[in-house]
């Protein structure tokens, strides 16, 4: 079975440009959820996306957004690029109740 | 969510057993107890999950104190492999919410 994949793995950006991270869920899980991982941070919840609608939202700023697409992938856009966003963004995926969540390796975003 | 409690660091000989410990001292009747843990570059991956009784699987056994405001997961053999960031995480048993993750246990493994 093929786990959370994540693209790019890798990016740079310069601070005031927009970025979008894409992730593919695993075959059957219906939710997705971003976290940011920054340096001395820790794991941040960022979003929570199930069967296409926005669930729940952590602390973040507007410019960070998102959506889920029919076939469960989904799409995390960050614009107006500030310098603390540099991270390991992660997406995890899940079936519905409490199961567990199942983690990619992550994109590694660089803001110069 | 309630808090958990961690040590910041363990070590462990290879092939030895490993117990790490998590306080949550404010934990409610419908939060359950999960771990994961995060290897260097890698994502979190998810170890185990209980509620109230003791949980076996593949990778490790989680033990849960009678009055569960404290729980231990056991490797029962420690690898190189093992060397991560071990998360104890409360979870509300009907919310498919976010993970809050603390700081975790950095597990350091020896040959």
């Known amino acids: 079975e093929a786990g959370v994949t994540q693209s790019p793995t890798h990016l740079i950006k310069t601070r005031g440009q927009q970025v979008t991270l894409r992730c593919s869920p695993i075959?059957?899980?219906?939710?997705v959820y971003w976290y940011q991982q920054a340096l001395g941070l820790g794991l941040q919840f960022l979003l929570w996306?199930?069967?296409?609608?926005?669930?729940n939202r952590g602390n973040f700023p507007p410019r960070f957004s998102g959506r889920q697409f029919p076939n469960y992938s989904s799409e995390l856009n960050v614009n107006a690029l500030e310098l603390e966003d540099s991270a390991l963004y992660l997406c995890?995926?899940?079936?519905?109740?409490?199961?567990?969540?199942?983690f990619g390796d992550g994109t590694r975003l660089s803001i110069l | 969510d309630a808090k958990t409690t961690q040590p910041n660091s363990m070590e462990s000989n290879e092939e030895e057993p490993v117990h790490l410990p998590c306080n949550h001292s404010?934990?409610?009747?419908?939060?359950?107890i999960h771990w994961y843990r995060q290897l260097p570059s890698q994502g979190p991956e998810y170890v185990i999950h209980?509620?109230?009784s003791n949980v076996n699987n593949r990778m490790a056994s989680l033990a849960i104190a009678e009055d569960r405001k404290s729980s231990t997961l056991i490797l029962h053999r420690a690898t190189l492999r093992d060397a991560a960031v071990y998360y104890c995480?409360?979870?509300?048993?009907?919310?498919?919410?976010?993970?809050?993750f603390g700081t975790g246990t950095r597990l350091q493994v020896f040959p």
């Open positions: 209980g509620l109230t």
């Open positions: 996306y199930d069967e296409g609608e926005e669930r």
């Open positions: 995890a995926s899940s079936l519905t109740g409490n199961q567990p969540q199942h």
């Open positions: 995480i409360l979870r509300v048993g009907y919310n498919t919410d976010k993970l809050i």
């Open positions: 075959s059957g899980h219906t939710s």
């Open positions: 404010t934990i409610s009747g419908t939060d359950y």
